[in-house]
């Protein structure tokens, strides 16, 4: 939490809250299962980063996108537990 905390600049109730609210909606897991020390991870964010920039991108016969979207990846697998 701490490192959340400074890098945001908020307090340990808005990074718990915020954290809390990106595991509920399936953006963050921890990886650790301590109550010190936690870690958490996002298998599938640059997965869902790309998949928003398609869907953004500039549709067939408007402007010249500066660069193509990237190619749709295949869905990473769940790692395993530790």
Same mark, same amino acid.
């Given at each position: 939490?701490?490192? /959340?905390?400074d890098?945001?600049? /908020?307090?340990?109730?808005?990074?718990?809250?915020?954290?809390?609210?990106?595991?509920? @909606?399936?953006i963050?897991?921890e990886?650790? &299962?301590?109550?010190?020390?936690? =870690?958490?991870?996002? /298998?599938g964010?640059?997965a869902?980063?790309?998949?928003?920039? +398609?869907? /953004? @991108?500039?549709?067939?016969?408007?402007? %010249?996108?500066? +660069? +193509?979207?990237?190619?749709? %990846?295949?869905?990473?697998? &769940?790692? @395993? =537990?530790?």
């Amino acid at each position: 939490m701490r490192t /959340v905390q400074d890098a945001l600049d /908020v307090s340990d109730e808005a990074a718990r809250l915020g954290i809390a609210r990106l595991e509920s @909606a399936g953006i963050l897991s921890e990886i650790t &299962k301590r109550k010190r020390g936690r =870690a958490w991870g996002s /298998v599938g964010l640059f997965a869902l980063l790309d998949s928003f920039e +398609r869907l /953004v @991108a500039t549709p067939t016969g408007g402007s %010249t996108p500066m +660069r +193509r979207a990237p190619r749709p %990846t295949r869905r990473p697998s &769940k790692i @395993a =537990a530790r």
